[in-house]
Every structure is written in structure tokens, then in C-alpha cells.
């Protein structure tokens, strides 16, 4: 059944060879269309080219900066076939790992295709983390390319990326760096080691075979955040993963080809993989690319520009709609949206509330909200409305039912089915195209970390009920991860961090709801000695944080406390900390240790 399925879906794409077998292997590693060959980038520009689509526009890019251009997709081919002729000259090879980089420009476009297109694998870095976020990845895959440019501009501020790259590739095994002139400022040029993007490709071929992949190599590596401090480098397939977001893709918003479609997701996180380049390309559709905030240079930002190009599918997350609800309505009178046919979220749970704000202002009460749960490691859309339900079916803060033939079960401690509205883990019983095929040199890690927790099936790492209609609610992460504004951040990660500082003894996070970004943290740190200089100790921990992670990784407080709660073994219970800062019931202290830390930080907390 699934095997049918999935070889209807794969049929929709254009393979150079069909494959001998739609799946085989056993859990975790089932591979997909085993034999089959074809190559991303034909997928999202020569399919198009040859089927008469080549002067359709494929690509509106607007700019904070009051750019604006437009690419149809014949010119697509031309960026894309001379980029990766040039990456070809300057020696990158099949199954290289490129690492990207940048800001949302459509060279970040042209590369993720152009690197594809030679068969190497590409890895890109949210333009906003930090220096030393960047380079761990460089290190864990051993990179020798990086495509970079100049400068990131966000909210009229300039940052310099490139003195970024230069600290990350000094360190690292990066051989050559690609730069883009994203603007006149001067910055620093190593002869040796850069490559003006603009040089590169004014003298390279404008044609590029595009590889012949087999269905199963890996197209693209991405770090998310786990329970460890160690970012995990979760690597897709080829040939699984494209069919996967093609087709979750056209269940959840219907056929958008002759539609206007914007995802607002930035090209670092794998909304902005699967949703920004790869599903709308394949599709054919003509796509907005917004570099800039919201609310930047003024909250109605998105509204003029849903208003200039008519979009129709709109798809963003929770955290920008709660802030924009914060600015005031006001910002949306004026402008025409009736373009808009579907309203998409994604990153987090959607409250009801904000729900009905996106569906009455937004959406003028005639657009669906396709509500839709997944993962970096699926790939792709796992449960979500289908466009065809309309309004009727949605219940607001539910991503309704798993999609298609996605086996998703609510199950207890033991793994045991639960009655519905029982909350448990959210669990997938089967496997589909979409799953990662691991993490990147660490196959250990990925079996611990999604494949052990309960019997053959995969661990989503999410709390979530199932209600009596069947409808999926989900209630958070279950593991020790934070989603601030839809971003995932290990506890983990930021301690160690933290006890960096000379000065720190023990760090611990607690998770708190925030009104705008969904969740935010506060920490708790216990000092090696008692210091009076504690404001110059968290000035010195917020810029850790920034340089160690990124300036996602702010906490919205910091405080200074004898001890940590720790059960008997030493573990820190961290729910304690977020207990105490809601005043909530601190629950049961059974297994705590050193119960006298608790009143202390009761009184810090005052
Ligand atoms: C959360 C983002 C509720 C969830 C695509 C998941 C959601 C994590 C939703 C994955 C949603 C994402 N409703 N929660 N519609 N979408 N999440 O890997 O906790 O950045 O496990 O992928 O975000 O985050 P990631």
C-alpha cells in the first residue's frame, strides 16, 4: 500500500533513471526508489525550462533596502548552470560538502541549486548565527567551500558576514570562500583564499550537466539543536526527500502553480529549505523572497507586499504573527488582501486565539489555515490540514490529522496506545520518504536519540492528545529542547555555553511562556565564589551566548542563586526552575536532594 503510494508520488518527478525498487531496508535506514537517479536542480529549473516555462517568473525577491528584482526561470537556469560551473572549475566535487552562508538574497537561491546541481552536498548556516556556531559546523563536516556575502542586512542594520566567515575559515579546514557583493562597503580580500561570486561566474560555461544522483545520496546537511550540546547535522536524501516535500507540499496547499506563493521562512531553517526553494521550484510556481524583518521599516511590511504581487498562499509562523497582532491593527487597514486564497503556520502551535486573528484579518474569514507539524528530521509536512478540506474541517490550534498515509500515534512512557485525549509522545509507526537519512558521521547518536526511546517507531521528541474526532493537538517538546519564536534551542547547549565563563560553577535554564515568541528562558547560575561585579558577570554571559550560539540565544533573565534543585543523581530538574518563576505548584519533591536550595530561589526569584 505504501510502496504504491509512494511510487505514484516519485512518478510526479522526472528521473533520469526510474528506480528497480521503491523501498527496502529495515528501520531506520529504509531507502527510497532504490536505483533511481535524478538531480535536485533539474527538478526546480530545466524541468520547467523544457516543459515551455521559461519565461514564467520563478522568483519576485524584495529587499528591506527597497530593492526589488524579478528572475523568470530561463534566467534561473543561466545563475544556476554558471554557478555551478564555476564551483566545478574552482574543484568542488560530488558528494564535497559546501557550506552557505548568507543573507536572503537569490544568490542564496542560485547556490543551494548550484551545489546541488554538481552533486555535493550543502550545508547552510542561519546567517545569524554566531562565528562559533559556524565554525562547529565547519568542523563536523570538514568543509573546504564556503559561499558567503559581504554583509546581512537585517532591520537596517549592517552585519559583516564575511569577517565572520574569515574567523570561522582560519580555523577550519575551508580552502576557498565565496563572495558575494551584497554592497560598496569595503571589506577584507585574501587573494589566496577568496573569490569574488561575480568573478567566478563571468568566467565559467553556461551549461553544467547536472549529476546523475542516486535516489539515496544525501542532497543537503542542516544542524538542529538536540539534548546534548552538540548540534546535530541531519542529512537528506536526494531523491526521498524531494518526492516527500512535492507531495506534502500539494496535499497541504493544493496545486499553487499558476498561484503566488510566499513563505516567509528564512533559507537557514528547513522551512526555508523544503518550503522557500525546493516544493515551490519543483511545483513551477512564481515565489516571493523577502530579505528583512516584519515589522522593518514599518509593521504593514508584509501586507504591501501580499499587496503588490497578489499573493495567494501566505505561510509564516506564530511567533511573527503574535508580534504583528501586538503592533496594532491598524498597520493592515488599507490594504487590499484579497489575493489570498490559503494561510499557512508553521514552527509551533498556533493559539487559538491568534488563530482566529490570522483567519479574520489576514485571511478575511475565506482562507483555510493549513496548520502544519514536522520536523527538520522528517523532511517534510507530517500532520496538517489538506487544502481541500476548506474552513468546515479546521478546529483552531489543531494541525488536524496526519497527512496521507503518515501513521502518527499518541503513546504512553511504555509506548503503549493511549485513549484519546490522554496526553503522550508523539510517535511515527511507519516510515516515509522524507526521513532523514541520520545524522551527519554519527549514526550512534541518531539511533539514541529518535530510534530507542520506543520500539520500532520514531520519537518526535513532542508532547501531544489526540482528541474523540481524531484531530491532533501538539502541546510542546518532551525532550530538553526550547522553541523560542519556532527555533530550536537546546537547554544543553546554552549551559554549556554559560559555564564557560570563568566566574560560573553550574548553569541551568528554565523555559518560560513568553506573549510574542512562544516560549523564552531565564537562567539560573551559581557562582565559583560570591562576587559583587554579578551585573558585569551577565553582561558577560549575554555576550557568550552571542558569540557561542547567536543572538537567538538572549535570556530574558538572569539569576544569581546558591545552588541548583538536583535529584539524587545529580540531574538537574529544570521543571522546578520554570515552576517557580510561574509561581506554579512546584509538584512533587520526592526525588529532589537538597531541598533547602529551594527557598533561596524562591527569594532570588522575589
Ligand atoms: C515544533 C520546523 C506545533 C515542534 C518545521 C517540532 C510545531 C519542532 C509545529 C520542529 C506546529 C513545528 N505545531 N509545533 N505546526 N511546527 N513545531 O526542526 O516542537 O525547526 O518538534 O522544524 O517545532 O522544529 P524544526
Not at 138 to 151: G, L
Not at 193 to 202: C, F, N, P, V, W
Amino acid at each position: 500500500m505504501s510502496d504504491k503510494f509512494w511510487s505514484n508520488e516519485a512518478k510526479k518527478l522526472d528521473w533520469f533513471k526510474e528506480w528497480d525498487k521503491v523501498s527496502s531496508g529495515e528501520k531506520p535506514y529504509v531507502k527510497w526508489f532504490v536505483g533511481g537517479e535524478l538531480n535536485a536542480s533539474y527538478q526546480c529549473v530545466d524541468r520547467h525550462v523544457k516543459n515551455g516555462l521559461g519565461e514564467k517568473i520563478a522568483l519576485y525577491w524584495e529587499s528591506e533596502s527597497g530593492e526589488s528584482q524579478s528572475f523568470t526561470y530561463n534566467d534561473l537556469y543561466i545563475h544556476v548552470n554558471k554557478l555551478a560551473s564555476g564551483l566545478k572549475n574552482l574543484g568542488v566535487k560530488k558528494g564535497d560538502v559546501v557550506v552557505l552562508y548568507m543573507p536572503m538574497i537569490p544568490q542564496a537561491i542560485f547556490s543551494i541549486l548550484a551545489v546541488a546541481r554538481i552533486g555535493a552536498i550543502h550545508n547552510v548556516v542561519f546567517s545569524a548565527f554566531s562565528y562559533k556556531s559556524l565554525k562547529d559546523r565547519i568542523i563536523d563536516t570538514n568543509a573546504k567551500f564556503i559561499i558567503t556575502a559581504d554583509f546581512v542586512l537585517r532591520r537596517g542594520k549592517y552585519t559583516d558576514l564575511k569577517f565572520i566567515v574569515d574567523l570561522a575559515a582560519h580555523e577550519t579546514s575551508i580552502e576557498k570562500v565565496i563572495l558575494i557583493k551584497r554592497t560598496d562597503k569595503p571589506v577584507a580580500i585574501d587573494n589566496k583564499k577568496d573569490i569574488l561570486y561575480e568573478d567566478l561566474i563571468s568566467k565559467s560555461e553556461g551549461y553544467c550537466e547536472p549529476e546523475h544522483m542516486e535516489s539515496s545520496d544525501p542532497l543537503f546537511i542542516l544542524y538542529t539543536s538536540g539534548t546534548t550540546g552538540k548540534p546535530k547535522g541531519i542529512v537528506h536524501s536526494t531523491g526521498g526527500y524531494l518526492t516527500y516535500v512535492n507531495s506534502t507540499f500539494e496535499s497541504a496547499f493544493g496545486k499553487v502553480k499558476d498561484e503566488i506563493y510566499w513563505c516567509t521562512a528564512d533559507i537557514g531553517w528547513v522551512t526555508g529549505h523544503s518550503y522557500v526553494v525546493y516544493a515551490p521550484l519543483m511545483s513551477g510556481t512564481t515565489m516571493i523572497l523577502h530579505e528583512g524583518a516584519p515589522d522593518y521599516p514599518d509593521p504593514s511590511t508584509w501586507w504591501k507586499i501580499i499587496q503588490k504581487y497578489k499573493v495567494s498562499v501566505f505561510y509564516t509562523s506564530p511567533t511573527a504573527i503574535r508580534m504583528l497582532i501586538k503592533l496594532g491593527q491598524e498597520w493592515l487597514s488599507g490594504f487590499d488582501l484579497s489575493s489570498l486564497r490559503v494561510l499557512g503556520s508553521v514552527g509551533e502551535a498556533i493559539n487559538p486565539d491568534v488563530w482566529q486573528w490570522f483567519f479574520e484579518h489576514v485571511g478575511n474569514k475565506k482562507c483555510p489555515i493549513i496548520d502544519t507539524w514536522w520536523q527538520t528530521e522528517t523532511g517534510g509536512f507530517m500532520i496538517s490540514p489538506k487544502r481541500e478540506y476548506g474552513i468546515e474541517k479546521l478546529k483552531p490550534g489543531s494541525a488536524t490529522f496526519p497527512l496521507n498515509i503518515i501513521d502518527a500515534q499518541i503513546v504512553d512512557e511504555h509506548g503503549l496506545p493511549l485513549p484519546d485525549g490522554y496526553k503522550g509522545y508523539l510517535v511515527i509507526k511507519n516510515c516515509w520518504p522524507g526521513l532523514t537519512l541520520g545524522i551527519w558521521g554519527d549514526n550512534k547518536r541518531y539511533e539514541e536519540t529518535y530510534w530507542s526511546k520506543f520500539k520500532d517507531c520514531y520519537y518526535a521528541g513532542d508532547f501531544a492528545i489526540k482528541d474523540k474526532d481524531g484531530y491532533f493537538w501538539i502541546l510542546g517538546r518532551s525532550d530538553e529542547t526550547l522553541n523560542i519564536a519556532g527555533h530550536r534551542i537546546g537547554t544543553a547547549e546554552i549551559e554549556n555555553a554559560v559555564i564557560k565563563n570563568h566566574m560560573v560553577a553550574e548553569a541551568a535554564v528554565a523555559a518560560v511562556p513568553d506573549k510574542i515568541k512562544g516560549q523564552d528562558f531565564a537562567l539560573f547560575v551559581v557562582l565559583k565564589t560570591q562576587s559583587e561585579n554579578t551585573d558585569i558577570i551577565k553582561t558577560e554571559i549575554i555576550n557568550t551566548l552571542k558569540i557561542e550560539i547567536g543572538a537567538l540565544a538572549k535570556p530574558g533573565k538572569i539569576y544569581f542563586v546558591d545552588s541548583l534543585p538536583k535529584t539524587r543523581s545529580g540531574k538537574i530538574i529544570r521543571r522546578v526552575l520554570s515552576n517557580l518563576l510561574q509561581k506554579q505548584d512546584i509538584g512533587d519533591l520526592s526525588t529532589l536532594e537538597n531541598i533547602s536550595a529551594i527557598e533561596n530561589i524562591k527569594s532570588v526569584i522575589r
